[in-house]
């Protein structure tokens, strides 16, 4: 592993921009693929981290959750369902597990689908994969952020705080704006920009808690977790998106996975639609008239009774406050339904999020429409490649983001190792020469 000084300016076949999740199997692959053929080439990955992969680090708790065992492009919000299956089928979930095992690391699936490393370790995913990329042949500079990255006629020339790169070919994975300390700050996102591509607005944190405001009755449940439906309607009632799942009472508002999953599609919606809004049902699969009919069946024993016999005491004695309705006693009609109302659809008053600091994903960014998905590289400037966060995809909870990084990595270094080689191959099938006799490559870097 290269640490980065001053250095003189490097040239290189491949610059991988960003040594995360993504960055380090593009260049794994493109490496593989340069050996495959005969015609190593010189690839370097440069990152602005001291430390690399603190995301894939405290994935999971600590755990890293590397894939889930079934994995389609309806886990994916961002780009078209189409663009991202054609993507993911390139590299699949059975790929991911081939490709771990072989370089030494077993998973084993929890009762979510979720797959993790038998060690429960995220060091064993970063080890294997810095191992993998070094046997490949990637040269790994860091800490070397890249604060400008621009074309001209014989490719590319990056400016690092390590010195500068002339590169070939690039490819970009930067990430997004989640968990800035880790080094994706957005930064990425204006090297895009500078390039010629646009951007999607918005872009917002994903899987990221959601804040209510100071006081409101459910911040005074935290600590409290019980699956729960959450419900997105537009401003006219318009059903947007559901997602069930566990939910963290907080003292700030709400968390755990529904509550991850759902957010993105909330940040988003608000920004067309600012009367959008969220609902929670604290009995998934239960209706207004169900809980109606039991408080009926229930009516001499009262709400609290009833409610406690399927929900905490806490949360039960909130509701039937939440609904202006007596703990205890007989109802009358409207109370009865007020209550049962707030059982299966609370207003959730959302005041916002806690932000990119703690979300784990990032929504928005480089459109696919920009990339050409055979290859991902760009449309707009060729010899450009991308891969992972910095595109506009985004996974719900439970490693399908890191299945997007496995799968565009796999496609962008693959692609932009054999482009650099075809005009060499296309070479010799003309002349019937050996193509490795003649090519020249940039000197090698050490």
Request: charged share 20%; proline share 5%.
């Amino acid at each position: 592993m290269g640490m980065a000084g001053s250095q003189a300016d490097v040239t290189v076949d491949i610059l991988v921009v960003g040594a995360g999740a993504a960055g380090l199997f593009a260049g794994t692959w493109a490496g593989r693929a340069a050996h495959a053929a005969g015609r190593p080439l010189t690839i370097v990955a440069v990152d602005g981290a001291r430390k690399l992969g603190a995301k894939i680090l405290v994935a999971g708790g600590g755990r890293c959750n590397v894939t889930h065992h079934a994995v389609s492009e309806a886990d994916y919000g961002g780009a078209t369902p189409p663009a991202i299956r054609k993507v993911l089928r390139r590299f699949s979930v059975a790929d991911t597990v081939r490709f771990f095992s072989a370089a030494g690391v077993e998973f084993y699936r929890e009762d979510t689908g979720k797959l993790f490393p038998t060690t429960d370790s995220s060091r064993t995913v970063l080890d294997a994969l810095l191992r993998e990329a070094l046997a490949a042949g990637v040269r790994l500079v860091h800490p070397a952020r890249v604060t400008g990255l621009d074309r001209d006629a014989e490719g590319f020339v990056a400016t690092t705080s390590a010195g500068e790169f002339r590169a070939r070919r690039v490819i970009l994975c930067p990430g997004g704006r989640s968990l800035p300390k880790s080094g994706s700050d957005g930064g990425g996102f204006e090297l895009a920009r500078s390039l010629h591509h646009s951007l999607t607005a918005p872009i917002v944190p994903a899987l990221v808690p959601l804040l209510l405001p100071a006081g409101h009755w459910i911040t005074s449940l935290s600590g409290l977790a019980l699956p729960a439906t959450l419900t997105l309607r537009s401003g006219t009632g318009k059903r947007l998106h559901a997602a069930t799942g566990s939910t963290l009472c907080t003292h700030q508002g709400l968390s755990g996975p529904a509550v991850l999953d759902i957010s993105r599609h909330w940040l988003v919606a608000r920004h067309t639609d600012p009367a959008a809004a969220l609902w929670i049902n604290w009995l998934p699969g239960e209706t207004a008239e169900s809980i109606d009919r039991l408080l009926v069946d229930g009516q001499r024993r009262g709400p609290l009774a009833v409610l406690r016999e399927r929900l905490t005491e806490r949360l039960a004695r909130c509701l039937c406050g939440a609904a202006n309705a007596h703990a205890t006693g007989d109802l009358t009609r409207d109370a009865r339904r007020a209550v049962a109302a707030a059982v299966v659809a609370s207003p959730l008053p959302i005041t916002g999020d806690r932000g990119f600091t703690v979300a784990e994903a990032t929504a928005g960014g480089v459109p696919l429409t920009e990339v050409r998905l055979e290859t991902m590289e760009s449309r707009n400037c060729p010899g450009l490649h991308f891969a992972g966060e910095v595109l506009d995809v985004d996974g719900r909870i439970g490693g399908f983001n890191f299945q997007w990084a496995w799968s565009s990595g796999f496609v962008a270094g693959e692609a932009a190792a054999r482009q650099l080689l075809q005009p060499a191959a296309d070479a010799a099938a003309d002349t019937g020469s050996d193509a490795g006799a003649d090519v020249t490559r940039p000197a090698e870097t050490s």
